[in-house]
């Protein structure tokens, strides 16, 4: 099994944005001596709690501080965006960091509307028009736009030996038909998604003959299960605390999360706690649900030192 890693660099209560961004570093410089195949990092805009809007600038000096794992967006929220400006700077990072670069590409918001109307303005259109959108952006890659066309005539330089390798990210069916009809590899966000994954990932590979895909999940891991089920609470707090409008001063602490009162509240099930043969246990089962053999895991956690723990517990469950 091949093990990734997604961060949403999450900002703790009591942290600063700054203090989360350096984690996030240290975490995939730890990644790539770990083992770990992947380091996405994501993009959300004004969203208290998650630190970073722009994963190109991160990703920059994340490759100059990393070797071998492959580092990429996870993903770049594409309606915000002209398909030629992503593929300038994408190209760039494959200039840089040769042959480790991946584009996710998402068509999710990332942020409240008053953030997105900020940035791309008619969002809604945007939407719309997602699939000639992705096909530029690809166009813009393969340099197979028509003899007539006039993007034919220019470049996203510089222009690296081997481009970013493209993925679509998405927690739905029609996010998997998409990336089967354009050929691309696929990733599912199991842990944001309440629809059959397993099913919406098979139909892709029944539509794609050359497609891969990986399955993202949440995952927290500690010495026994006891202390990963008490530090996932913060993770299952915060998430009601944003669906109330309420999350604001980032990922609680287990105390406040201890001392919350769950019982009428819907806890996310979705996320695996448990100690190292718990969640090897867990992940194997889903690799037989989903018949891929790539999970990037995102963990979040009040304490900095609980993730990186959590992940390294997990390379060495795996052999990594």
């Not at 949403?8 to 984690?23: D, F, H, M, V």
């Not at 700077?89 to 999710?108: E, S, T």
């Not at 050929?183 to 059959?196: R, T």
Request: proline content about 5%; some cysteine; hydrophobic content about 40%.
């Amino acid at each position: 099994m091949k093990l990734s890693i997604l961060d949403q660099s999450p900002i703790p209560y009591g942290k600063t944005a700054e203090e989360s961004l350096s984690a996030s570093i240290e975490l995939a410089k730890m990644a790539d001596t770990l083992g770990y195949k992947r380091y996405w990092i994501a993009e959300h805009h004004d969203m208290s709690g998650l630190a970073c809007p722009a994963p190109d600038i991160m990703l920059s000096r994340i490759g100059a501080e990393t070797e071998n794992i492959r580092i990429g967006a996870g993903a770049v929220l594409l309606l915000h965006y002209r398909p030629y400006n992503i593929a300038e700077r994408y190209n760039m990072l494959a200039v840089l960091y040769p042959d480790r670069v991946d584009l996710g590409i998402g068509r999710a918001p990332g942020g409240s509307a008053e953030a997105t109307i900020a940035l791309s303005g008619n969002f809604l259109e945007n939407v719309s028009k997602m699939p000639e959108t992705l096909d530029e952006l690809l166009s813009f890659f393969e340099g197979n736009f028509p003899k007539d066309h006039m993007y034919s005539a220019i470049n996203p330089s510089p222009v690296p030996k081997v481009s970013p390798e493209p993925w679509l990210l998405g927690t739905s069916e029609k996010s998997g038909i998409l990336a089967a009809e354009k050929g691309i590899p696929y990733a599912f966000g199991h842990f944001m998604s309440e629809q059959d994954g397993p099913e919406i990932v098979k139909r892709y590979h029944a539509n794609t003959k050359s497609g891969k895909s990986l399955v993202a999940v949440s995952v927290i891991c500690a010495e026994t299960t006891k202390e990963a089920e008490e530090l996932a609470l913060s993770s299952q707090l915060w998430k009601i605390q944003q669906a109330k409008g309420e999350g604001k001063k980032g990922v609680p602490t287990v105390e406040e999360a201890r001392a919350y009162n769950f019982s009428d509240e819907k806890k996310n099930d979705k996320i695996i706690a448990g100690n190292s043969g718990v969640v090897k246990q867990e992940l194997e089962v889903l690799q037989e649900k989903y018949q891929t053999d790539e999970f990037m895991i995102v963990t979040i956690t009040h304490s900095f030192e609980a993730r990186r723990k959590s992940y390294e517990l997990i390379a060495k469950a795996f052999g990594l």
